[in-house]
């Protein structure tokens, strides 16, 4: 009996298919809304140091005789000419009503009326968002070909000293039927996603309104759902190039005559107690053993969540 070398889940096999993700959510879902907030991808807000534009792209808002914000050391002298006192605990500048300069209260109320219409447009495009967008512009299949294409380098490498014979071709139309078939999976994952994020942020946009009715907060608020969008392009990325990883080792073990393996655990604190159970024992393909012993639930290596154990194939 010999066994071949273990095919870990490597980060080249899905960093390009997380890549790939993030530029679905930003093209179908981002894009349009940082236009119409008027900021890049990689910037938070658009204002500047002036006192008038703070007011007006909401860097710096009035609320109960109170001046709330960022301010730089300009906006504070025009603050302490016009009159306010500054607040070390709360770190504001007081001001009475009675007191604003009429042009900042022009400003102030061109603020208003710009949050609620960027608050208008932002639903707008929301409720616009066509989720087919992701099937025309989604490039995984072809991502995942070049991940495969990886994974197989890797698994002739890794069998070569316990497999004597001429190790079997993937074919393209294998490639193509397994990148087709995990493509399709992912893109339906990220459908689903989107439309659920698209309510939540909905949500968020509405009640943003009870919140201080500011442009930088819509901007914030964007942008800190646009992390949430990327840390879940990093999961999906994972976790699917992980399942596909599973069966395409038992695919490709298949071909090699290989039916049995032996189960290796990442062996750190992080392995589960049942997956740990497993370490070192003789599993088949065809049958996977118990992975949850509460539930009953059967996987192969990879395919439980977020599972790092591998499949070393045994030779006969």
């Given at each position: 009996?010999?066994?071949?070398?273990?095919?870990?889940?490597?980060?080249?096999?899905?960093?390009?298919?997380?890549?790939?993700?993030?530029?679905?959510?930003?093209?179908?879902?981002?894009?349009?809304?940082?236009?119409?907030?008027?900021?890049?991808?990689?910037?938070?807000?658009?204002?500047?140091?002036?006192?008038?534009?703070?007011?007006?792209?909401?860097?710096?808002?009035?609320?109960?005789?109170?001046?709330?914000?960022?301010?730089?050391?300009?906006?504070?002298?025009?603050?302490?000419?016009?009159?306010?006192?500054?607040?070390?605990?709360?770190?504001?500048?007081?001001?009475?009503?009675?007191?604003?300069?009429?042009?900042?209260?022009?400003a102030m109320s061109?603020?208003?009326?710009?949050?609620?219409?960027?608050?208008?447009?932002?639903?707008?495009?929301?409720?616009?968002?066509?989720?087919?967008?992701?099937?025309?512009?989604?490039?995984?299949?072809?991502?995942?070909?070049?991940?495969?294409?990886?994974?197989?380098?890797?698994?002739?490498?890794?069998?070569?000293?316990?497999?004597?014979?001429?190790?079997?071709?993937?074919?393209?139309?294998?490639?193509?039927?397994?990148?087709?078939?995990?493509?399709?999976?992912?893109?339906?994952?990220?459908?689903?996603?989107?439309?659920?994020?698209?309510?939540?942020?909905?949500?968020?946009?509405?009640?943003?309104?009870?919140?201080?009715?500011?442009?930088?907060?819509?901007?914030?608020?964007?942008?800190?759902?646009?992390?949430?969008?990327?840390?879940?392009?990093?999961?999906?990325?994972?976790?699917?190039?992980?399942?596909?990883?599973?069966?395409?080792?038992?695919?490709?073990?298949?071909?090699?005559?290989?039916?049995?393996?032996?189960?290796?655990?990442?062996?750190?604190?992080?392995?589960?107690?049942?997956?740990?159970?497993?370490?070192?024992?003789?599993?088949?393909?065809?049958?996977?053993?118990?992975?949850?012993?509460?539930?009953?639930?059967?996987?192969n290596p990879g395919?439980?969540?977020?599972?790092?154990?591998?499949?070393?194939?045994?030779?006969?």
């Open positions: 009996m010999k066994y071949g070398q273990p095919l870990p889940l490597k980060p080249n096999y899905f960093t390009t298919v997380e890549a790939e993700v993030n530029r679905l959510f930003y093209e179908v879902l981002y894009r349009r809304l940082m236009e119409i907030l008027g900021v890049t991808r990689d910037e938070l807000t658009n204002a500047s140091d002036g006192f008038l534009d703070a007011i007006r792209t909401g860097k710096i808002w009035y609320q109960d005789g109170q001046f709330f914000g960022d301010f730089s050391a300009a906006i504070s002298r025009e603050l302490k000419a016009a009159g306010a006192h500054w607040n070390p605990d709360a770190k504001t500048w007081g001001l009475s009503q009675d007191a604003i300069p009429t042009d900042w209260r022009f061109q603020a208003v009326n710009h949050y609620d219409q960027l608050r208008a447009k932002l639903t707008s495009a929301l409720d616009a968002t066509d989720l087919s967008d992701i099937d025309r512009a989604s490039n995984i299949p072809n991502v995942y070909i070049r991940t495969i294409d990886r994974m197989d380098h890797d698994m002739k490498l890794s069998v070569r000293a316990a497999y004597q014979g001429v190790i079997p071709q993937l074919t393209s139309a294998q490639r193509g039927i397994i990148a087709a078939e995990w493509g399709h999976n992912l893109d339906l994952y990220i459908r689903e996603w989107t439309s659920q994020n698209i309510l939540d942020l909905r949500d968020k946009i509405q009640q943003s309104a009870f919140t201080g009715r500011r442009s930088s907060t819509l901007v914030k608020l964007i942008q800190e759902n646009y992390g949430v969008s990327k840390n879940k392009a990093k999961f999906l990325a994972r976790q699917e190039t992980s399942l596909l990883l599973s069966k395409f080792r038992e695919v490709r073990y298949k071909d090699l005559g290989v039916t049995s393996y032996r189960w290796s655990t990442s062996n750190d604190a992080r392995v589960r107690a049942d997956h740990q159970h497993l370490q070192g024992k003789i599993c088949e393909f065809a049958n996977p053993p118990v992975v949850d012993t509460q539930n009953g639930r059967r996987a395919e439980d969540f977020g599972c790092r154990c591998v499949a070393i194939p045994v030779f006969v």
